[in-house]
T-cell receptor
Framework: ELKVEQNPLFLSMQEGKNYTIYCNYS?????LYWYRQDPGKSLESLFVLLSNGAVKQEGRLMASLDTKARLSTLHITAAVHDLSATYFCAVDMDSGYALNFGKGTSLLVTP | NAGVTQTPKFRILKIGQSMTLQCTQD?????MYWYRQDPGMGLKLIYYSVGAGITDKGEVPNGYNVSRSTTEDFPLRLELAAPSQTSVYFC?????????FGQGTRLTVV
């Protein structure tokens, strides 16, 4: 059974601090996706990581992929309140291009 | 750009009633999906379609049906609604790697 595990599931951090969210998965997929969801809203694509060693950055967020370790990280640099949201990682299923999601990391950035 | 449009946004159903959640996309994507999201959980795949006329079951298909008569539309049908179907439903479409999600339908079955 394909598993996607994120940790932590809840994260409260102060503005200006750095932190990393981890995503472990059990498939041999070489593609991994990060999404953001604001409360009561839809999912917004953040990053699509397509190969081993891929690194992508946008603003204060940087995502990386290690397919050998089956691990992706989402690093937050100098957090700001606007980053408060739930972050999901996901990997491909064998069903079209459907995704298998982790449970999500609920991030709260406080002053 | 409309993207993926879902209707309705909210709905309350009584146990045993049926309804159809509508989903349409204007990006000419071949792949479409229905997911459900329960509190504290990720999204679970209900059904998916790789093109018009082709549908297949996902992880949690029981109690649902779909059809895909056109590229644009992928409705999800609930027959005999049950409390366990209380959830937020997301429709999505993709060309290949990147999926685009609708705004969701919040369904409560009482």
């Amino acid at each position: 059974e394909l598993k996607v595990e994120q940790n932590p599931l809840f994260l409260s951090m102060q503005e200006g601090k750095n932190y990393t969210i981890y995503c472990n998965y059990s498939t041999t997929s070489d593609r991994l996706y990060w999404y953001r969801q604001d409360p009561g809203k839809s999912l917004e694509s953040l990053f699509v990581l397509l190969s081993n060693g891929a690194v992508k950055q946008e603003g204060r967020l940087m995502a990386s992929l290690d397919t050998k370790a089956r691990l992706s990280t989402l690093h937050i640099t100098a957090a700001v309140h606007d980053l408060s949201a739930t972050y999901f990682c996901a990997v491909d299923m064998d069903s079209g291009y459907a995704l298998n999601f982790g449970k999500g990391t609920s991030l709260l950035v406080t002053p | 750009n409309a993207g993926v449009t879902q209707t309705p946004k909210f709905r309350i159903l009584k146990i045993g009633q049926s309804m159809t959640l509508q989903c349409t996309q204007d990006m000419n994507h071949n792949y479409m999906y229905w997911y459900r999201q329960d509190p504290g959980m990720g999204l679970k795949l209900i059904y998916y379609s790789v093109g018009a006329g082709i549908t297949d079951k996902g992880e949690v298909p029981n109690g649902y049906n779909v059809s895909r008569s056109t590229t644009e539309d992928f409705p999800l049908r609930l027959e005999l609604a049950a409390p366990s179907q209380t959830s937020v439903y997301f429709c999505a479409s993709s060309l290949e790697k990147k999926a685009f999600f609708g705004q969701g339908t919040r369904l409560t079955v009482v």
